[in-house]
């Protein structure tokens, strides 16, 4: 007999979200690093070493200021929004508050590998799912890219209606998703 087994959690998927708002403050703070050093070691001469010598100091000070300011100034909004949806999301996990539904997946629609179609969209027991390729702590790979909601998977769905604006009636976030051992 097979075990239930969880093929996705929300919580898993946030930590490569969070991940990806620091790649780029890191890569303007290596090309600084790497500007500043040419700019120090490009003109020979141990007179200008001597001239320069808090230079280093300056270079060390400089670039997790520019990469600050980078961050807070370009990445900041998106990241804050992205955390207050985090903190929700697991809010409402932590507390039960989501709806379950448990059964086989019934595909109505496919999206196309390209994406450029209307969202995957997978009816279990009932309730309706929009899967789409996007930026979001819910569920979100579709069949076409290795997604787990295929026809005739057994599975339980956490998941919760739109949290921020409960009056707002978009597709639903999926939280969690099991396998269902079949006998």
Known sequence: MQEDTTL?????????????????????????????TFLLFSRPGA???????????????????????FFFGSEYPSYAQHSRDYRELLDIYQAHRYLVVEGEVHVLHEQALGGHDDPDLVEIDGAIFEIADAVSFGYTQTIASGGVLTEG?????????????????????ILRIDSIARQ
């Open 153 to 173: 998977s057994p599975v339980i769905v956490y998941y919760c209606l739109c949290p921020s604006n409960p009056a707002v009636a978009p597709p639903p976030t």
């Open 47 to 69: 007179a200008l070493w001597a001239r320069f010598r808090l230079l280093p100091v300056l270079v060390l000070a400089l670039v997790p200021l520019c990469s600050a300011v």
């Open 8 to 36: 996705f959690l929300f919580t898993d998927k946030a930590v490569a979200i969070f991940r990806s708002f620091f790649a780029g403050p890191l890569l303007f703070a290596l090309f600084l690093a790497v500007f500043l």
